[in-house]
């Protein structure tokens, strides 16, 4: 029965690294921590493959807000050194041998993909295990309007990046179609995207606990004063520029609008491109570029404002800001990505047009003037949220494997 220990034996591989501080305690990434958490409850054994970083042992002082402690109970597999992703597709540097006697004694193993290294990770899984996929992206090209870095280098760069994302295309194929035995994905246009001929089951990533739904009747929106949030990874691939931009013609119109922007980047050139533009658009009193903020701070964040905007001008699985956000009550202007109108049916967020301006602005007008809109939008977000907390999420993917176990 779901909730109760001896239910399977399961592997996991995510593509991200471990870290390991001085005194042996082992970090991952927020969503590698949270589903280990849940799984190691759900399982008879809950085992993560996973690389390790470079440089390991680290300083606890050391340790990156964005990783937290792996549960105990979790059994890691270490599959060799963290390696550039055109290394990664090779296998170069791959434990394989680890990966075939950890698998010998698993049920099932979930590849997260897609990932430059999955389907050398597929193909090095023992056949006693049988092997689930969970897509969570899409990789495309990147579109014109993404920004670029200067230069030749890169320039070359993006060509190899496009390769190796043409290149993860097919690989997909090939894992869906040949490798996995049973195809899992959170975004509904993976199967023709991907050209899955094989039964194909949505699934969700919740990473919102029950207890963490904090939904709550909200107050109407000021609608001289509208306090908006963008709380992501600042990557060109997020097109912050289009909602500067936005913020701009707001402001033209005689309204106040106030955008706090958590999140970090490596890329100082971009950085320094969108203090620039916030400058040349007279936004200094507007836009906040607060940094990077710890995932567990997000709540908190989302209850303090009005709106929250998410915006990609590429292509998303299904972000997991969406669901935290959902998880406060904040009304949500999403960009209509590809696979977002087939899963957001009943209102739960409020569409604009990719890369339009006009629209994303229409959008944020319409959303802080229809205060009947707005409260049925929260509402269906709530519903929706309510059927997709981590604690469901996992229970039906749990679900989704043992009935394919009794089918076979």
């Not at 399977?8 to 990434?29: A, F």
Request: charged fraction near 25%.
């Amino acid at each position: 029965m779901i909730g109760n220990r001896g239910v399977l034996r399961l592997g996991y591989y995510n593509h991200g690294h471990y870290i390991c501080d001085t005194e042996g305690q082992l970090y991952v990434s927020f969503d590698i921590a949270i589903w280990a958490d849940r799984f190691v409850v759900l399982c008879d054994e809950f085992v993560v493959f996973l690389n390790r970083s470079r440089g390991n042992p680290f300083e606890k002082s050391e340790i990156p807000k964005s990783f937290y402690p792996l549960n105990k109970r979790v059994k890691l597999v270490d599959i060799g050194l963290q390696r550039p992703h055109w290394q990664k597709v090779f296998g170069l540097g791959l434990d394989k041998q680890a990966i075939i006697n950890a698998t010998s004694s698993l049920d099932w193993i979930i590849i997260q993909g897609p990932t430059p290294q999955q389907n050398v990770i597929a193909k090095s899984v023992h056949s006693n295990c049988k092997i689930a996929t969970v897509l969570v992206g899409l990789w495309k090209k990147w579109p014109n309007q993404m920004y670029r870095q200067s230069g030749l280098k890169s320039l070359f760069k993006e060509k190899m990046i496009n390769v190796l994302k043409w290149y993860n295309q097919y690989q997909t194929r090939l894992l869906l179609n040949k490798y996995a035995d049973l195809p899992l994905g959170n975004n509904l246009a993976m199967p023709v995207f991907y050209k899955c001929r094989k039964p194909f089951t949505l699934v969700s990533k919740g990473l919102v606990k029950e207890s963490e739904i904090r939904f709550q009747q909200r107050e109407p929106i000021d609608k001289v004063h509208i306090k908006l949030v963008f709380f992501s990874r600042l990557d060109p691939e997020k097109n912050l520029e289009l909602i500067l931009l936005a913020i701009s013609e707001l402001k033209a119109l005689g309204r106040i609008v106030e955008l706090k922007v958590y999140g970090g980047t490596p890329m100082k050139e971009y950085l320094d491109l969108i203090r620039k533009n916030i400058v040349m658009l007279g936004l200094e009193k507007e836009v906040h570029l607060v940094g990077e903020f710890p995932n567990h701070k997000k709540l908190e964040i989302f209850q303090d404002a009005d709106i929250y905007i998410f915006n990609t001008c590429t292509t998303e699985g299904f972000p997991r800001t969406i669901w935290e956000a959902m998880a406060t009550g904040i009304p949500i202007v999403c960009a209509n990505y590809l696979g977002a109108d087939q899963f957001f049916k009943n209102g739960e967020v409020l569409l604009f047009e990719q890369n339009n301006i006009l629209d994303l602005v229409q959008k944020i007008l319409t959303l802080s003037d229809d205060d009947s809109m707005r409260k049925k939008m929260i509402e269906s977000a709530y519903n929706l949220l309510q059927q997709n907390t981590l604690e469901k999420s996992t229970e039906n993917i749990i679900r989704v494997l043992t009935n394919q176990n009794e089918r076979e």
